[in-house]
């Protein structure tokens, strides 16, 4: 049993090894077909010896995640520090980015806590996005318009992370997914709010920032 459970570990930490490239950290292979002796085999088409020959690679493999994660973060850091314009960070500013085109990667906390709400105006049956935190969800305000204290009624509610699983590629980015875990991704999290992107090309989002402040209507499409 011994020299089994030493096979199983054997083959996880060979397969890592082999099909994962350490300058990239990144599968060099596409899919993986496993063969082995009789006992190797009938183990691990069994449910036990899968499972536990992903509980054995777990760690490596979210070691790789891990440096992944740190290098991703970096280069998004190191845009800031440059001051290069090919970054943008927090909700507003991001889902503009993402309709104009311009992100690249989409980088978002695992457990970012927002809601994206579709409202409707009670009086004019007007369309409203809203992306409310749950400190927010308790503010009345944020379901009344600003102007006529018409109510807004909720006619759809879903977390912005699905939303962006489920949209992303509608805007030609890739979407990655990160965790506090790491310094970087903690950093990333408390001083840009778990959500940022790396653009395409150089944009200051500042002067759209204007342009919506002069009558411009910025519209999430659903």
Not at 1 to 18: C, D, P, W
Not at 65 to 74: S, V
Not at 111 to 136: C, F
Not at 193 to 218: A, K, T
Request: with cysteine; net charge negative; hydrophobic share 35%.
């Amino acid at each position: 049993m011994e020299k089994r459970h030493n096979y199983v570990r054997k083959t996880a930490e060979l397969a890592t090894q082999f099909f994962i490239n350490p300058a990239t950290s990144q599968p060099n292979v596409s899919g993986l077909i496993l063969a082995g002796s009789a006992d190797f085999k009938t183990e691990l088409s069994q449910e036990n010896g899968f499972n536990q020959a992903i509980e054995l690679s777990a760690e490596i493999l979210s070691n790789v995640k891990f440096i992944q994660e740190k290098r991703l973060i970096g280069k998004y850091f190191e845009e800031i520090s440059q001051d290069t314009g090919k970054y943008v960070f927090g909700v507003d500013d991001t889902l503009k980015a993402l309709e104009m085109g311009a992100v690249e990667t989409l980088i978002v906390w695992e457990n970012l806590d927002i809601n994206r709400y579709v409202l409707k105006n009670a009086t004019n049956g007007e369309i409203i996005i809203k992306h409310l935190s749950k400190e927010q969800e308790t503010d009345q305000s944020n379901f009344r318009d600003a102007t006529t204290s018409a109510e807004l009624e909720v006619q759809e509610k879903m977390p912005l992370l699905e939303w962006f699983a489920n949209e992303y590629k509608r805007f030609g980015c890739s979407l990655e997914f990160v965790t506090n875990k790491s310094q970087e991704g903690s950093q990333f999290c408390r001083g840009f709010g778990g959500i940022g992107g790396i653009l395409r090309y150089q944009l200051d989002i500042r002067s759209f920032d204007e342009l919506s402040d002069d009558g411009e209507v910025y519209e999430d499409s659903d």
